[in-house]
């Protein structure tokens, strides 16, 4: 009776095991399909791989089940540092220390992309290609992104254990979510952002969501480019140009990169007759490349008095 009872406890014990894993397990996919998103729209914004933002929302939220990501929204654990938002106390490297506090995942992962893009010393992860995962992993870990000395590794452990490298590529983002109008609104950045610091200088708008300047007399793509850290060949190509092209005052620049479709309630666009179409793309904040794709052009295609162009695909 005593055996039988010992090995009813052992598969008893197998049976509780199991079902505990596989409920961490789903929370940990759910977790990763939740903000996959989010994630995939940060790097169409800033550049970043959606596997490491994702990889690192993992690691350093525990799946969003740290104290940080539960009583913060903080599922990145960043610092206060120059932070002038909401603060939380929490023990890490030292005790009570200042970390940010957010009002939901979304400006999370938002400050996490701005954190990265615009600090110095995160600068040469932007050289790296965007596919190159690994390349990404070691680059956090030599900017001093972490302490701990195999968080490299973590990184590209998540990845390949989730597959998280399949949100890297093209063909798995998902559409964008429809702008609210087509005309310039007001842009809004997250408190202590960089783009806040910037917004309070100088008019900082959106259209279709991404957001722009207008040139100022004086002002050049290289002198725009250093006021927003961004490359000036990388706010060249935001802008749907190459070379170095002259900037003349009162011109529209894109500070981030456009998106690949207009808001659904702008479907179509009548050409003029004498625009083109990389002015069509910047008027509706739509990529040039997306333009020619949607509507089968060739890059040497001029609109015609009266044509029609689509500006979201079918």
């Avoid at 005593?2 to 090995?7: G, L, N, R, S």
């Avoid at 008893?12 to 759910?30: C, D, R, V």
């Avoid at 900037?247 to 625009?275: C, D, F, M």
């Avoid at 904040?285 to 609109?303: T, V, Y």
């Amino acid at each position: 009776m005593h055996a039988k009872y010992k090995i009813f406890m052992v598969f008893a014990l197998m049976g509780f095991l199991s079902n505990a894993i596989y409920s961490q397990n789903k929370h940990q996919e759910e977790y990763i399909i939740r903000y996959s998103t989010i994630a995939i729209g940060q790097m169409e914004q800033y550049g970043i791989p959606a596997s490491i933002i994702l990889a690192q929302a993992c690691l350093e939220s525990s799946f969003g089940k740290s104290r940080l990501a539960v009583k913060a929204n903080n599922h990145f654990g960043i610092k206060c540092h120059d932070w002038k938002g909401e603060t939380i106390r929490h023990d890490d490297d030292k005790k009570n220390e200042c970390f940010r506090k957010y009002q939901n995942a979304t400006e999370s992962f938002k400050d996490h992309s701005e954190f990265l893009r615009y600090r110095t010393r995160y600068r040469a992860l932007f050289e790296l290609d965007i596919k190159d995962y690994k390349a990404w992993a070691h680059g956090l870990k030599t900017a001093g992104y972490a302490t701990n000395p195999q968080y490299a590794q973590l990184l590209i452990n998540l990845i390949e254990k989730y597959s998280l490298y399949k949100y890297d590529t093209p063909g798995t983002i998902l559409p964008d979510s429809p702008g609210k109008v087509l005309s310039a609104q007001a842009f809004n950045p997250q408190t202590g952002s960089h783009f806040y610091e910037i917004s309070l200088k100088r008019a900082v708008s959106t259209k279709n969501g991404v957001a722009f300047v207008i040139a100022m007399d004086g002002e050049s793509y290289s002198s725009i480019a250093k006021e927003f850290s961004l490359f000036k060949r990388e706010l060249i190509g935001f802008n749907d140009l190459k070379g170095s092209p002259t900037l003349k005052p009162g011109t529209l620049v894109y500070v981030q990169k456009k998106k690949r479709r207009a808001p659904l309630e702008t479907p179509k666009h009548i050409a003029s007759g004498n625009e083109s179409l990389q002015e069509i793309s910047q008027n509706y904040g739509i990529r040039l490349k997306s333009l020619l794709k949607i509507n089968n052009f060739d890059k040497d295609h001029i609109p015609k008095e009266g044509s029609t162009i689509n500006l979201i695909g079918k």
